[in-house]
C-alpha cells in the first residue's frame, strides 16, 4: 500500500518542492518581525550590506596587491634577502590582514544574526528570478 502511495504521489514531488521554498521565506520572515523590529531590521540590513561591500574591496585590493610575479616565498628570499622579500610583500600581508578582518566580522553578523542573513539571501535569489 505504501509502495503505491509514494508512486502516486511521485509527480507531485515537485510541486510539493517548489512550495517549500517560499514557506520557508514567510517562516523566517515571521522569525525575524518577532525578534527585530522594523527599524532594527533595516538597521541590520544596511549593516550587513556595508560588511559585505567592504569584503568585497578587501577581496579585490587583496587580489590587485603586489608583487605580480610567480615568486614564492622561499624563493623571494633566497634571490632578494628577506628583508627586501618583507618590503615586496608588506601590501600583500597588508591586504591579507584587511581581509581576515572583513570575514571575521561577516561572520561575527552572521553568527548573531542569522535571520537576518537568510532573508537577504532570500530577497537576493527573488530578485534573480
Same mark, same amino acid.
Given at each position: ?19 517549500s521554498k ?8 515571521? =522569525? ?9 531590521? /533595516? ?6 550590506? /556595508? ?19 610567480? =615568486? ?25 590582514? /584587511? ?11 552572521? /553568527?548573531?544574526?542569522?535571520l537576518i542573513?537568510r532573508l ?10
Open positions: 500500500m505504501d509502495k503505491e502511495l509514494a508512486e502516486l504521489l511521485k509527480p507531485l514531488a515537485p510541486t510539493l518542492e517548489g512550495m517560499p514557506l520557508d521565506v514567510l517562516a523566517i520572515i515571521a =522569525l525575524a518581525r518577532e525578534f527585530y523590529s522594523d527599524e532594527e531590521r /533595516k538597521r541590520l540590513y544596511e549593516r550587513y550590506s /556595508k560588511l559585505q561591500a567592504a569584503d568585497h574591496a578587501a577581496c579585490e585590493v587583496l587580489s590587485n596587491a603586489g608583487p605580480h610575479d610567480e =615568486l614564492g616565498w622561499e624563493e623571494r628570499v633566497r634571490q632578494h634577502g628577506e628583508a627586501l622579500a618583507n618590503e615586496q610583500m608588506a601590501p600583500r600581508f597588508d591586504a591579507l590582514e /584587511k581581509r581576515k578582518a572583513t570575514m571575521a566580522a561577516l561572520g561575527d553578523f552572521r /553568527k548573531e544574526h542569522g542573513v537577504v539571501e532570500y530577497r537576493s535569489h527573488l530578485a534573480k528570478r
